[in-house]
Nanobody, 119 residues
Framework: QVQLVESGGGLVQAGGSLRLSCAVSGGIFRLIPMGWYRQAPGKQRESVARISSGGVPVYADSVTGRFTISKDNAKNTLFLQMNSLTPEDTAVYYC?????????????WGQGTQVTVSS
């Protein structure tokens, strides 16, 4: 019923760019994509970027200035533009979705999309 369809991951060289997308549907009420998390091997899942219903973004310090989160409300789709990628950005990236009033991390997750940055 609830679906978070992610795309855009892949293998890029250091300094390159990728754009991730997350299309969200389902739920008893409208499910809203809220942000992106990532998890690298041996590390905890961490918040990368979040965006409020009003469109205000919040970024992790490690990606500020390089990543940009945005959304298309009409399509209920979330994006993450990733520039100046480094090998430390290598991780599985997960879309996170929920409802207004929930606390992050929100209860719904995408399957994850692998981002690999080579040196």
């Amino acid at each position: 019923q609830v679906q978070l369809v992610e795309s855009g991951g892949g293998l890029v060289q250091a300094g390159g760019s990728l754009r991730l997308s997350c299309a969200v549907s389902g739920g008893i009420f409208r499910l809203i994509p809220m942000g992106w998390y990532r998890q690298a091997p041996g590390k905890q899942r961490e918040s990368v970027a979040r965006i409020s219903s009003g469109g205000v973004p919040v970024y992790a310090d490690s990606v500020t200035g390089r990543f940009t989160i945005s959304k298309d409300n009409a399509k209920n789709t979330l994006f993450l533009q990733m520039n100046s990628l480094t090998p430390e950005d290598t991780a599985v990236y997960y879309c996170n979705a929920g409802y207004v009033g929930d606390y992050p991390p929100y209860p719904y997750w995408g399957q994850g999309t692998q981002v690999t940055v080579s040196s």
